[in-house]
């Protein structure tokens, strides 16, 4: 045995958060979210690790999206991190444009949704990454 064998025995291991008896947020092997938090180190792990899922699946399930340039593969990173990829599917006239490199019908389309009043200035600058293939 070692410690972190201990610590997962004694404090349990928690995938989603929890309040513990004491009525902390608690997560995994017994962080207390609410007082100790995240570090940055721990912050930029968790988002890598969702870039590269988000990754993943962008490729596997768009054939074209390996060809696209970095812009326009971060918009739909962007918009897949924040809808998942079931809500990404949402926008079928999108991904169309976006597999013809009709960029502008693809920021249209992006811009006339409910996802646009919903996250507004995000939609605007992904749009406008979209029309221009420049980072906004």
């Not at 004694?10 to 995994?28: L, N, S, W």
């Not at 999206?65 to 918009?79: E, S, T």
Request: charge should be negative; aromatic fraction near 8%; charged fraction near 20%.
């Amino acid at each position: 045995m070692d410690i972190a064998t201990q610590l997962r025995r004694d404090e349990g291991v928690r995938q989603f958060p929890y309040v513990d008896t004491v009525g902390k947020t608690t997560i995994g092997v017994g962080r207390n979210l609410t007082d100790v938090g995240l570090s940055g180190v721990e912050i930029d792990f968790l988002l890598q690790n969702d870039i590269d899922k988000v990754t993943t699946q962008l490729q596997s399930r768009l054939p074209y999206f390996d060809a696209l340039d970095p812009m326009r593969q971060a918009v739909l990173q962007n918009m897949c991190f924040n809808l998942g990829f079931a809500g990404l599917e949402g926008f079928p006239k999108m991904l169309a444009a976006f597999a013809q490199g009709d960029w502008d019908t693809a920021a249209d389309e992006m811009l006339n949704s409910l996802w646009a009043t919903q996250v507004g200035a995000r939609a605007t600058r992904l749009a406008q990454q979209t029309r221009t293939g420049q980072w906004v």
